[in-house]
């Protein structure tokens, strides 16, 4: 028997073959908390009948079903790899670094077509009894990535569903030896892509990628459910720095409009020669929106500067993992 609070819950996540079709859970992820619920459409007859006071009971229905929520969690040393994939598009084979055991995952902007989860969630009760509530094509519309000082690398995924299925039994969760990311292993560069500089006095990244997609496509002949949805607008990468006023190099592209490749990582401990487990976001054409330095008080001034990043024609946006998971 689990613990009945909190404690006891559970998460675990497979890659689906064909959109809302169940795969058991193989990989279970240590989250710190989640929203992912049914949602479900109804409808009420109005019919009126002499003498009745209230609707029938037996007269409400169900128009439609899905599937929405987020979920929180602590970017670790393991075991992300299929987020990112069902985030950035590309399907991604981890390559084997020399002999062996660091593995890189390279993770670039593609279409999302075919990359959807299943999501199985163990809900405790008070008695310790773990319900089962498995969530079947789940596309994620949007991952959200966040460190600043003291704290962990944290990610937040917007996931739109398929449906809930409670008839699945629920898989018994193991979980690998990790660590999270955290703010003592956080770099930022920027310049010339390929050739970015540290810079100094940055306090807080975030960095949010979304995934417009059409989440209705709801139709006939589909007993009340959507088709996988598709996406329906350009990939939206956009951010926030926030630092100590330093230096003028983020002030002056403000100024200026100029374009710089920002680098984003986080290196931790040796795994094997020259390989480290490492978390790195590049982004190859970032514009400040916002954030010239104001002063408000006798304090340091610091200026909080919003980015959006684009393509520069040539180069991708791309997430690189570098773990000792051989596989996603």
Not at 148 to 158: I, K, Q, R
Request: charged share 20%; proline share 4%.
């Amino acid at each position: 028997m689990a613990i009945g609070s909190g404690l006891g819950a559970q998460l675990g996540i497979a890659a689906e073959t064909t959109y809302g079709t169940f795969v058991a859970p193989a990989k279970f992820i240590e989250f710190t908390k989640e929203s992912l619920a049914l949602k479900k459409t109804t409808a009420q007859s109005a019919g009126i009948a002499a003498g009745r006071l209230m609707a029938l009971s037996s007269r409400r229905v169900v128009t439609r079903r899905e599937v929405g929520g987020s979920l929180d969690l602590e970017v670790t040393n393991k075991g992300m790899g299929l987020l990112l994939q069902s985030l950035m598009g590309t399907t991604v084979t981890p390559v084997q670094g020399g002999a062996g055991p660091a593995y890189t995952q390279t993770h670039t902007l593609a279409s999302v077509a075919g990359k959807s989860l299943t999501i199985q969630k163990g809900v405790p009760l008070t008695s310790g009894t773990v319900t089962d509530k498995t969530f079947v094509g789940c596309k994620i519309t949007s991952g959200e990535f966040s460190c600043g000082v003291g704290e962990m690398l944290t990610a937040s995924f917007e996931i739109d569903g398929r449906d809930c299925d409670e008839g699945q039994t629920l898989a018994a969760a193991s979980y690998a030896n990790m660590s999270p990311f955290h703010f003592g292993q956080m770099a930022l560069k920027a310049g010339s892509y390929s050739s970015e500089t540290a810079l100094d006095g940055v306090r807080k990244v975030s960095v949010k990628i979304e995934r417009p997609q059409d989440v209705e496509r709801f139709y006939a002949n589909q007993s009340a459910l959507k088709k996988e949805p598709i996406e329906n607008d350009q990939v939206k990468v956009t951010g926030n720095l926030e630092t100590d006023y330093v230096g003028t190099t983020l002030d002056d592209l403000h100024t200026s409009d100029g374009a710089t490749s920002l680098v984003w990582e986080f290196v931790g401990p040796n795994i094997a020669t020259t390989y480290f487990e490492t978390f790195r976001i590049t982004l190859p054409a970032v514009r400040f929106d916002e954030g010239p330095p104001v002063v408000d008080g006798f304090g340091v001034v610091k200026p909080s500067f919003n980015f959006t990043a684009l393509y520069d024609g040539t180069n991708p946006v791309k997430v690189e993992y570098i773990s000792t998971d051989a596989t996603l």
